[in-house]
């Protein structure tokens, strides 16, 4: 068993061979190569129009790339080109084996639903028929996520924002997903907010061996969050590497300003 | 025919045949709704447009039509149907379910067991069963193409969650022959059963929303629902107070202000078919009165 995980943390997980995209003449993203391991997780910072929310959609197959591939090493072991699934195995992918945390949680919820349903959307779509423990569950990872379960036949409009966000993550786990992409999870959220959701976050990758995609342009998310680091700027990614060498001895002009724009706490 | 300035059954042959070709396809995949060009016709929309032109793409000149409006022969839709297609097509109507052969129907399905020789043709306001869940048809497009259902069984959860039991009483979501999720129209659940492997060929016309879908016959029809919350028809617990029948659909009709109610069959033709062999329920008029009724009058 050891040797088993020992192996299969040994091979990528997602592999992204010189990805690019552009719209018309605008090259929205340029050649980007990387690989990303179970448990990892992955910060992509830049300021707005660098290309990361392109990329992020290209790795999550949402967008067909303009050149370049993404594979992915499935549930069975096998690697397969991500633009070799059918629709149909894609978008079961999609809501069982990955995650996706949008920035806006109105995106990634249903609005007028309850929590509880929310949450067990995913079990439901993959088969589950049994309402009792359907909602256990959903209970349980609304624990998890520090929701208190009494407000599990609310609807997600009359959350805060905070909780809406917490509660988008928990629909997202529900199926033990291994890798989970983040748009800006915490844009839009007052700084004790955020410093709460992130504690959340880091202690469920931890407990959960989750690899994560992480969208940010807030370089002290990435601090917290991250192992690896990839700078973009206009499309290109100009500097990769272990989140504190970046952060902390910045090789790049353009890095340099980004780490030097943090208001010294 | 006494309106020759119409074509046999109001629409005009190059019509009848699009509409059956929907219908032929629609029976040829149970449960998936078959777009087709759906035409004006002269009732408002929501008065069974769709229905109508079903019935007219049918309809020969040998069939005998009976027209029901939530079970009932009497009421203005059905009767305005029935006279529409006595006078365009000069077929023979009845209001016995037995003795019709094309049964155009808004949310009810008679009492009487259906035979092989009928069609049962709904009205269909909305003919999309994940409408209100999932409002952009090109994503329920999908969804039904690859068999995504979970989002149907959100709404049952929904319900237990907000009243404990599944309380959705009508338009009650079913799987055809262990594919398509399909939308029964607004029929109450307690007929849902009676879709289950019928021996008539049941077609669906939704006019506004320009679509027909189709149960032919001997098909399984599944009704959703969870493990510890199984289907249930739901029904009135009372006896008809006119026939006494224990297992028919009960409308509740409203007798006086001071709260006073009685339940009769909806469906009127078998009602009134048990009452004349005879079987008397508790509000029904007394024997002897019309007798005397009859003796004073004549």
Known sequence: MADQNLVENDEPLLVAESLSKSFGRIAACRDVSFSLYPGEVLAIVGESGSGKSTLLQMLSGQLAPGSGHVSYRMRDGVTRDLSTLGEAERRFLFRTDWGFVHQDPAQGLRMAVSAGANVGERLMAVGWNHYGRIRDTASDWLTRVEIDTARIDDAPRTYSGGMRQRLQIARNLVTEPRLVFMDEPTGGLDVSVQARLLDLLRSLVAELHLAVIIVTHDLAVARLLSHRVMVMKGGRVIETGLTDQVLDDPREPYTQLLVSSILPP | ?298
């Open chain 2, 1 to 298: 025919m006494n309106a020759p300035a119409y074509n046999f059954a109001y629409l005009d042959e190059q019509t009848k045949r699009m509409i059956r070709r929907a219908i032929l396809k629609a029976i040829a995949i149970p449960g998936y709704q078959v777009p087709f060009a759906s035409r004006e016709m002269p009732m408002p929309y929501g008065w069974g447009t769709g229905g109508v032109q079903v019935t007219a793409a049918l309809l020969g000149p040998q069939d005998v039509l009976k027209v029901i409006d939530q079970g009932s022969d009497d009421t203005t839709n059905a009767i305005s149907i029935r006279k529409f297609f006595a006078k365009t097509a000069g077929v023979a109507t009845t209001t016995a379910t037995d003795e019709a052969t094309v049964i155009q129907t808004r949310h009810r399905i008679p009492e009487k067991a259906l035979n092989e020789n009928q069609v049962l043709v709904y009205q269909v306001p909305i003919p999309e069963p994940l409408r209100f869940l999932e409002p952009r048809e090109t994503e329920t497009r999908r969804m039904h193409a690859l068999a995504e259902y979970g989002l149907m069984h959100v709404k049952l959860y929904e319900d237990i969650a907000r009243f404990g039991h599944i309380a959705t009483a009508y338009a009650y979501p079913v799987k055809v022959n262990a594919r398509y999720v399909m939308d029964p129209s607004p029929t109450p659940k307690f007929d849902n059963p009676k879709m289950d492997n019928c021996p008539a060929l049941q077609l669906f016309g939704a006019g506004r929303e320009k679509r027909i879908y189709a149960i032919p016959p001997y098909t399984q029809v599944v009704s959703l629902d969870f493990e510890d919350h199984p289907f249930e028809p739901y029904r009135f617990n009372a006896p008809c107070a006119l026939c006494g029948a224990e297992n028919s659909y009960l409308d509740e009709i409203v007798t006086d202000d001071q709260g006073g109610r009685m339940f009769v069959c909806s469906d009127t033709d078998y009602c009134e078919g048990r009452q004349a062999a005879g079987h008397r329920g508790s509000l029904s008029a007394a024997p002897y009165k019309e007798k005397a009724q009859e003796a004073s009058n004549g």
